[in-house]
């Protein structure tokens, strides 16, 4: 699976003199943003030496990320990661329901079904 990414945004906050979380803000070719974690080791001079992605599945797409300023668009081929880890091929966002109706909307409704409250 092929997919091509901008990046928009890189954000890295500094949990510990050792650790930290970066994210990185992308639009892809269909222009769905999406935000990619990760956990990052630092050196004592605060550089990163090290970043773990949060889900295993971003691993090549972290990888790589690292590699991109601002601005730059890129592309990427899951496919032999896939394969090699026994990831079935799947669209990064699948069609669902939450693309359709707004998280309040989500929300009351399952409000509604918990707590059987008329609103």
Not at 91 to 116: D, W
């Amino acid at each position: 699976m092929i997919k091509t990414f901008t990046l928009k945004a890189i954000d890295h906050d500094q949990a510990t003199p050792e650790s930290g979380l970066i994210a990185w803000h992308v639009v892809d070719e269909n222009n769905r943003k999406r935000i990619i974690k990760a956990t990052t080791e630092l050196s004592r001079q605060g550089f990163i030496k090290t970043v773990r992605p949060h889900h295993d599945r971003e691993m090549p797409l972290v990888e790589l990320l690292s590699y991109y300023v601002e601005g730059e668009s890129f592309r990427i081929d899951f496919g032999m990661f896939n394969e090699t880890f026994g990831y079935t091929p799947r669209e990064v966002f699948a069609a669902s329901q939450s693309q359709s109706e707004s998280a309040s909307s989500r929300m009351k409704q399952g409000i509604r079904q918990l707590f059987h409250v008329p609103f």
